[in-house]
T-cell receptor, first 118, second 109 residues
Framework: EAGVAQSPRYKIIEKRQSVAFWCNPI?????LYWYQQILGQGPKLLIQ????????DSQLPKDRFSAERLKGVDSTLKIQPAKLEDSAVYLC????????????????FGPGTRLLVL | EDQVTQSPEALRLQEGESSSLNCSYT??????LFWYRQDPGKGPEFLFT???AGEEKEKERLKATLTKKESFLHITAPKPEDSATYLC??????????FGKGTKLTVNP
């Protein structure tokens, strides 16, 4: 089974420029997540989609970050304009959303996109 | 607010020297506690999910246990290839996955 795919793997931009990241989840997974992981920290959820609807975007800096998941499959995350503090790894994850008995869903992560803002 | 604290931040072991990593948590309505392994330059790799206190799961040299306040990841006779950062996360009533900062494990040959 193919895993979560992300591109690009690395990106270097200057502050105030824009950048976009792409994610293709595991086939059949209804839920897609974008996380930000700053060096030395655990991943922090930015936005969660179920199919093509937003479930949680409470930690997404909406003045500069946007995300969409058209057709309920792949997704893009955009930053415009970028700031120095946006330098981080952006991780995409997906889960099946086949909950049994209210248990939590296992999320499977992609390799991430490493962003450096100069 | 759900919180996860992992200790120690870093751990150095000799090959074959068993030890444990700790994950302390506070959560409203635990739906699951997750352990992931993360190698440098890669995304987190799923290891275990624990759903209720008293539950234990094993995989090769790793064993995860869960109480109402913490989880332990026991590593028995580690090998250099077990070197990685181990992340703990909880999912509560909000369904949001909250991660700790991780424990960086180094196993020397």
């Amino acid at each position: 089974e193919a895993g979560v795919a992300q591109s690009p793997r690395y990106k270097i931009i200057e502050k105030r420029q824009s950048v976009a990241f792409w994610c293709n989840p595991i086939s059949g997974h209804a839920t897609l997540y974008w996380y930000q992981q700053i060096l030395g920290q655990g991943p922090k959820l930015l936005i969660q989609f179920q199919n093509n609807g937003v479930v949680d975007d409470s930690q997404l800096p909406k003045d500069r970050f946007s995300a969409e998941r058209l057709k309920g499959v792949d997704s893009t995350l955009k930053i415009q304009p970028a700031k120095l503090e946006d330098s981080a790894v952006y991780l995409c994850a997906s889960s099946l959303d086949d909950r049994t008995g209210g248990n939590g869903e296992t999320q499977y992560f992609g390799p991430g996109t490493r962003l450096l803002v100069l | 607010e759900d919180q996860v604290t992992q200790s120690p931040e870093a751990l150095r072991l000799q090959e074959g020297e068993s030890s444990s990593l700790n994950c302390s948590y506070t959560v409203s309505g635990l739906r699951g506690l997750f352990w992931y392994r993360q190698d440098p330059g890669k995304g987190p790799e799923f290891l275990f999910t624990l759903y209720s206190a008293g539950e234990e799961k094993e995989k090769e040299r790793l064993k995860a246990t869960l109480t109402k306040k913490e989880s332990f990841l026991h590593i028995t006779a580690p090998k250099p290839e077990d070197s990685a950062t181990y992340l703990c996360a909880v999912q509560g009533g909000s369904e949001k996955l909250v991660f700790g900062k991780g424990t960086k494990l180094t196993v020397n040959p």
